[in-house]
T-cell receptor, first 117, second 116 residues
Framework: DSGVTQTPKHLITATGQRVTLRCSPR?????VYWYQQSLDQGLQFLIQ???????AKGNILERFSAQQFPDLHSELNLSSLELGDSALYFC????????????????FGPGTRLTVT | AQKITQTQPGMFVQEKEAVTLDCTYD???????LFWYKQPSSGEMIFLIY??????QNATEGRYSLNFQKARKSANLVISASQLGDSAMYFC?????????????FGQGTTLQVKP
């Protein structure tokens, strides 16, 4: 058990709908990362938050947004869902924000498997 | 551009034997970190081992060791004494840059099957 929790574990929804994925980082970790894993794109970084502030953005669609709350949990919102958004969405956490020359391992949650029908 | 390449889509190894999973990376930054993760069929991502670009010695964690060859830009994972529970997908990942935010770039993964 990594200490990172994600809910729900599975989500099935229809095209055009909106969903919210939730993540609680490990105790003491201030940095949260979201990744998408799909068959065609592999594992891709979406977005990072550190202590409530957005720190880095990757290949995140405009239909997707995220935030990190004062209690450090994070939510990833996916809207106007398309079939191609079906994927496994991971949240990961680390203690620090990522600093020049400093590289922390990230601990991953179990993922949320999203199926868009 | 930063890139991780894993050229072995699938590998087989006999139980109790050692196996090497290949990983090459590309970055122009002198400072970077290399990671290996394991993804069993259940789906979770499990951190295995880390190697920093300035580390003098190859990293080891139990049965896992990282064969780091900086000049070749390779960071191969060696699993000794393979066990049936090692059957999984393995991902090599990198974090780099003077503007490092910690985000990971992943390779395509290698599926390892351990035969009894």
């Amino acid at each position: 058990d990594s200490g990172v929790t994600q809910t729900p574990k599975h989500l099935i929804t229809a095209t055009g709908q909106r969903v919210t994925l939730r993540c609680s980082p490990r105790s003491g970790d201030l940095s949260v990362y979201w990744y998408q894993q799909s068959l065609d794109q592999g594992l891709q970084f979406l977005i990072q938050y550190y202590n409530g502030e957005e720190r880095a953005k990757g290949n995140i669609l405009e239909r997707f947004s995220a935030q990190q709350f004062p209690d450090l949990h994070s939510e990833l919102n996916l809207s106007s869902l398309e079939l191609g958004d079906s994927a496994l969405y991971f949240c990961a956490s680390s203690p620090r924000p990522g600093l020049p020359g400093s590289f922390d391992e990230q601990y991953f949650g179990p993922g949320t498997r999203l199926t868009v029908t | 551009a930063q890139k991780i390449t894993q050229t072995q889509p699938g590998m087989f190894v006999q139980e109790k034997e050692a196996v090497t999973l290949d990983c090459t990376y590309d970055t122009s930054d002198p400072s970077y970190g290399l990671f290996w993760y394991k993804q069993p069929s259940s789906g979770e991502m499990i951190f295995l081992i880390y190697q920093g670009s300035y580390d003098q010695q190859n990293a080891t964690e139990g049965r896992y060791s990282l064969n780091f060859q900086k000049a070749r830009k390779s960071a191969n994972l060696v699993i000794s004494a393979s066990q049936l529970g090692d059957s999984a997908m393995y991902f090599c990942a990198m974090s780099s840059g003077s503007g490092n935010t910690g985000k990971l770039i992943f390779g395509q993964g290698t599926t390892l099957q351990v035969k009894p």
